[in-house]
């Protein structure tokens, strides 16, 4: 389910720009997750269990959690190499330019809609594994767990430590998800759902701070940088390519 959600709401909207972009996503992802409740094949709405048993490396399925935690890790490890990696390539250079301005984009000559379908795979591919880790973790596959508050716990750590970045999500993970936890600890008995009035404070704040004049300016002096690094790696390359030849 993890892996259909980017591919399948993004689809239909790869041609639309902007806000527009995002909501017809969400509509389009909602009715993919309504299709999902009402199928035979997926449980309906009470999901399906996996098997519990005993350790089983093939089976990704192990009675302690230490296990999980060494190969979330090196799964986190591994896709931020591969996000870095990425974002010093032809293709990060593509996806940044297209970000900041898909006419001018198209205009030299990269195509929106073929940078926007990679993007979604590569998308795809990682939901895909972060999705088997987790029902794999839990033995349950809920069809709530695509629900949109779910979403927002995912995206939003990214909104806070910035989406322009690659260590971005994971300073908002470090700094959102310890304190998501800890209020649900302590507070979810008095106020139930905290968490998720939490994260809509946040997000209210991180968007009124996104439009102040000192994160615009600083938003600049990071494009900036970008794009002389990617003029740097790109001359470096181009000498590369001359010495060999």
């Known amino acids: 389910m993890w892996a259909l959600w980017p591919v399948s709401s993004s689809s239909p909207s790869l041609i639309l720009r902007g806000p527009y972009f995002t909501l017809v996503s ?13 199928s035979e094949f997926f449980g309906r709405a009470s999901g399906v269990g996996l098997p519990f048993g005993k350790d089983s490396f093939a089976q990704f399925r192990f009675t302690s959690k230490v296990p999980y935690y060494y190969i979330g890790f090196i799964m986190m490890v591994g896709v931020y190499l591969i996000m ?33 379908v990679i ?3 590569i998308s795809a591919i990682i939901a895909g594994l972060v999705g088997f880790f987790y029902v794999s973790y839990i033995r349950y596959i809920d069809p709530d767990i695509m629900i949109q508050s779910k979403s927002t716990e995912i995206v939003l750590p990214a909104v806070v430590g910035g989406a322009a970045y690659i260590e971005g999500p994971l300073i908002g993970g470090l700094i959102m998800i310890p304190l998501s936890e800890l209020l649900r600890a ?21 968007m009124i701070f ?10 600049k002096r990071l494009t900036a940088r970008f794009r002389k690094e990617d003029a740097e790696g790109k001359g470096a390359k181009d000498k590369e390519k001359k010495g060999v030849a």
């Open 119 to 121: 993007a979604v795979v």
């Open 210 to 219: 996104n439009q102040s004049p000192e994160m615009i300016a600083l938003r």
């Open 26 to 38: 969400i509509a389009f992802a909602e009715s993919i997750r309504q299709f999902i409740i009402n």
């Open 84 to 116: 870095k990696k990425i974002g010093r390539s032809k293709l990060g250079f593509a996806l940044r330019t297209i970000r900041e301005d898909e006419d001018a984009a198209a205009a030299i000559g990269i195509n929106p809609t073929k940078y926007k």
């Open 186 to 206: 302590n507070f979810a008995a008095i106020l139930p759902g905290i968490n998720m009035l939490m994260y809509a404070i946040v997000l209210i704040v991180v």
